[in-house]
């Protein structure tokens, strides 16, 4: 029988990290590190719903209570989080989580609350959002790695290192401020403002300078053209963002990032790297994860509407209505907008 639920503050709570780690779903998202991250940057209270016995996690389902005089009160399963599974007991059991968590809800008057990959199966519910997750298992062999690529992905890699393309791995913040640069300009190409400058400083002291990520940057006479941000905890590491010159593409420099990326986390006994999520409709990304060969899976999201007591499929959001606007917008005006709406968007 699992034991009794608690709510706890991984900010707060000494250990959290250590505790986390013996749960075996843990992943880099249910950490302090992020949690920090999220609570420093937009403001957000922590509400992790745990079940702790015999000091190990037996189960989690980690809220963020998001309050915003635009958007309403609600509870996500982690704010500008790909995937941040409820971590379950050995009979795959959370129905009980997700009661305290509707009854939390309830009385801190949340509009509803949102679950971030998982199942809920005890609900029989249905999912109102839907990607795929790519996930690689990591090798110390680096020969034996590159042969599980497909032929194109080791040809593109081989083709960035012949047009001269050199990688950096670092964690600093003049690296993370090089990738910001560039991350405004492909978020600004793909319509969608870019994250607060202030996300990216917290997320340097809470996770680059504590040990827990790494900047991947690629040059072409001196000039950064791509780069990527990844996160880890344990044996587990996550690509986060990836960002590139789009003046640049023909050289393949992303996949030469992504390449080094799994050198450094293979070298040093990480033994698998997430890749994230990928929209539906987005197949070039798709396509790009799985030249890897990584294990492709589905991540769903789910909401459960406080007022109907019942989870529903309509999911709210920016919208594919407002890409083309952003896209024409000058990108001191997105910086704006994304420092201004992030915090509401949750």
């Known amino acids: 029988m699992m034991t009794n639920c608690d709510i706890v503050n991984p900010v ?45 996690l037996e189960a989690l389902m980690p809220f963020m209570e998001v309050d915003s005089m635009l958007t309403g009160k609600r509870g996500i399963s982690l704010p500008f989080t790909d995937l941040c599974v409820p971590l379950l007991t050995d009979d795959g059991r959370y129905g009980q989580l997700l009661d305290d ?9 949340w509009q509803h609350l949102e679950i971030r990959g998982g199942e809920c199966a005890v609900r029989d519910a249905q999912a109102f959002s839907s990607f ?9 062999h680096e020969e034996t790695m590159l042969s599980r690529f497909r032929n194109s992905t080791r040809r593109n890699i081989f083709k960035a290192i012949a047009d001269g393309v050199q990688v950096t791995v670092g964690a600093s913040l003049p690296e993370l401020r090089e990738f910001y640069r560039l991350n405004c300009l492909t ?9 607060p400058y202030r996300f990216f400083r917290n997320l340097h002291e809470h996770v680059m300078a504590r040990g827990q990520g790494i900047v991947v940057l690629a040059r072409l006479h001196d000039r950064v053209i791509a780069g990527a941000v990844y996160l880890h905890l344990g044996e587990k590491a996550i690509f986060k963002y990836g960002a590139s010159d789009l003046k640049y593409q023909q050289t393949r ?56 007591g019942e989870f529903v499929n309509e999911g709210t959001g920016l919208g594919d209505r407002y890409t083309p606007l952003f896209s024409r917008l000058p990108l001191p005006f997105l910086k704006v907008i994304g420092t201004m709406a992030y915090r509401h968007i949750g």
């Open 132 to 140: 795929y997750g790519h996930r690689l298992d990591l090798v110390r």
């Open 12 to 56: 707060a709570y000494r250990g959290w990290d250590e505790l986390l780690l013996t749960h075996p779903g843990y992943s880099f998202f249910h950490s302090t590190s992020w949690a920090k991250v999220l609570c420093d940057t937009y403001r957000y209270v922590p509400r992790y719903f745990a079940a702790i016995g015999n000091h190990t």
């Open 187 to 195: 978020r600004k190409r793909h319509g969608l403002p870019p994250q």
């Open 101 to 109: 968590a509707i009854c939390y809800g309830n009385r801190s008057g």
């Open 253 to 308: 420099a992303n996949n030469l990032v992504m390449w080094e990326a799994i050198r450094w986390y293979a070298s040093r006994g990480y033994t698998q790297l997430c890749m994230g999520r990928t929209e539906s409709g987005n197949d070039g990304l798709r396509q790009f994860k799985l030249g890897w060969r990584a294990q492709e899976y589905a991540i769903r999201y789910y909401r459960y509407d406080l007022a109907a």
